[in-house]
Nanobody, 121 residues
Framework: QLQLVESGGGLVQPGGSLRLSCAAS????????IGWFRQAPGKEREGVSC????????NYADSVKGRFTISRDNAKNTVYLQMNSLKPEDTAVYYC??????????????WGRGTQVTVSS
């Protein structure tokens, strides 16, 4: 079964950090770009970050630049999103998704089920 599984979410205070993981099973991530998306209650889903299949190219939404870092370990078939200096407005369900090339507005081939991130004091 082909699937992506996110983990690492939780409750953190403003200014804190979390590292999300996106692990693939049933297929190799080697040929896929991975995007991270988030959706807060009552809001549309938005692209957060994306990393190319080689890891040589990354991009970020303006709202997270300088605070979030995306990386990948193809040997572990896993992509990470390091989130620092978290703000209450980062609260959302975070999803990872796979497609051949990066993009925030294109259709993705595979999606995970999401992990909740809550930033609150």
């Amino acid at each position: 079964q082909l699937q992506l599984v996110e983990s690492g979410g939780g409750l953190v205070q403003p200014g804190g950090s979390l590292r999300l993981s996106c692990a693939a099973s049933g297929f190799s991530l080697d040929d896929y770009a991975i995007g991270w998306f988030r959706q807060a209650p009552g809001k549309e889903r938005e692209g957060v970050s994306c990393i190319s299949s080689s890891g040589g190219s990354t991009n970020y939404a303006d709202s997270v630049k300088g605070r979030f870092t995306i990386s990948r370990d193809n040997a572990k078939n896993t992509v990470y999103l390091q989130m620092n200096s978290l703000k209450p407005e980062d609260t959302a369900v975070y999803y990872c998704a796979a497609r051949r090339l990066c993009g925030f507005h294109q259709a993705y081939d595979y999606w995970g089920r999401g992990t909740q991130v809550t930033v609150s004091s």
